[in-house]
Nanobody
Framework: QVQLVESGGGLVQAGGSLRLSCAAS????????EAWYRQAPGKQREFVAH???????NYADSVKGRFTISRDSAKNTVYLQMNSLKPEETAVYYC??????????WGQGTQVTVSS
């Protein structure tokens, strides 16, 4: 049974930073592509970033240069370092495993609130 557990969300002021973590069980991260998505109130879930098997990363234009996705294979954990956060980035952030091109497994999400 695949389980993804996100953590690290919270309340931060605009311009601040947070690091989200996604720990997996029942699946090996290093042989899959992992991604972060987010869903703001009243909006559709949107792609934030992904990291491929080979370590290639890709980001939504809105977060390029501010967010960094990384993976620790030994800990079977994926991270999302978020810097210079904006109030409009308040959302629930979800970790997902992509198989082969679509997210299949999801975590329960972690709330990120950015105050102005």
């Amino acid at each position: 049974q695949v389980q993804l557990v996100e953590s690290g969300g919270g309340l931060v002021q605009a311009g601040g930073s947070l690091r989200l973590s996604c720990a997996a069980s029942g699946i090996i991260f290093s042989i899959n592509t992992e991604a972060w998505y987010r869903q703001a109130p009243g909006k559709q879930r949107e792609f934030v970033a992904h990291i491929t098997i080979g370590g290639t990363t890709n980001y939504a234009d809105s977060v390029k240069g501010r967010f960094t996705i990384s993976r620790d294979s030994a800990k079977n954990t994926v991270y999302l370092q978020m810097n210079s956060l904006k109030p409009e980035e308040t959302a629930v952030y979800y970790c997902a495993v992509v198989v082969p091109t679509r997210p299949v497994y999801w975590g329960q999400g972690t709330q990120v609130t950015v105050s102005s």
